[in-house]
């Protein structure tokens, strides 16, 4: 059994930070990528940044400068650093990471349940 658990969210004001953590535990052999994504109520779940195991990152374009995204494979968790926030990064945000239970067979995508972030003016 993989859980992903996340924390960190809550109520800013515009302009504030936030940081959220996302810690994986269960029967683990390996993490590859892990992520954020994001769904803001009436849009589809959008991509927010992914990082590989060796630190590799990858960001939405529009977050650019505002979120880093960073991982400690020693305690299974990702963290997403988010400045300068706006009201449109309002959004559960969602962990995903993709997990290999075991030596043997490929890795599968987990979602963490969503932590909601909410940035008020």
């Known amino acids: 059994q993989v859980q992903l658990v996340e924390s960190g969210g809550g109520l800013v004001q515009t302009g504030g930070s936030l940081r959220l953590s996302c810690a994986a535990s269960g029967t683990i052999f390996s993490i590859n990528a892990m992520g954020w994504y994001r769904q803001a109520p009436g849009n589809q779940r959008e991509l927010v940044a992914t990082?590989?195991?060796?630190?590799?990152?990858n960001f939405a374009d529009s977050l650019k400068g505002r979120f880093t995204i960073s991982r400690d494979n020693a305690k299974k968790t990702t963290y997403l650093q988010m400045n300068s926030l706006k009201s449109e990064d309002t959004a559960v945000y969602y962990c995903?990471?993709?997990?290999?239970?075991?030596?043997?067979?490929?890795?599968?995508?987990?979602w963490g349940q969503g932590i909601q972030v909410t940035v008020s003016s």
């Open positions: 995903n990471a993709d997990i290999r239970p075991y030596a043997s067979g490929y890795p599968i995508p987990y």
């Open positions: 990082i590989s195991r060796d630190g590799l990152t």
